[in-house]
């Protein structure tokens, strides 16, 4: 599975980006798609989750209420709007994919990272 994320940039505090992630290849076995950040000090974090089946989403405290993450299965694309930004939001974002495998066994894909620089 390759995943293309775009959508990354600057923008003041309190303003909104939207970010797309697309997957190829092999995506009849995506479980779920989601987005993690790396903050300038390295640490990454769960941004956001959404399962492929029922849709079910799973966001980090942080950004619940502003950020809302979805998808289009028809285009095995997932999107994460980004409202009421804040600088701490700064942080390279990355799309990421587990997938299942031909013989059950559950495959992470990450794709390259996209920079979001939130000014204050």
């Known amino acids: 599975v390759q995943l293309q994320a775009s959508g990354g940039g600057l923008v003041q505090a309190g303003g909104s980006l939207r970010l797309s992630c697309a997957a190829s290849?092999?995506?009849?076995?995506?479980?779920?798609m989601g987005w993690y950040r790396q903050a300038p000090d390295n640490t990454r974090e769960l941004v956001a989750v959404i399962t492929s089946g029922d849709g079910a989403t799973k966001y980090a405290d942080s950004v619940k209420g502003r950020f809302t993450i979805s998808k289009d299965n028809a285009e095995n694309t997932v999107y994460l709007q980004m409202n009421s930004l804040k600088p701490e939001d700064t942080a390279v974002y990355y799309c990421?994919?587990?997938?299942?495998?031909?013989?059950?066994?559950?495959?992470?894909?990450w794709g390259k990272g996209t920079q979001v620089t939130v000014s204050s």
């Open positions: 990421r994919t587990n997938t299942w495998g031909d013989r059950g066994n559950l495959l992470g894909y």
């Open positions: 290849g092999s995506t009849y076995g995506i479980k779920d």
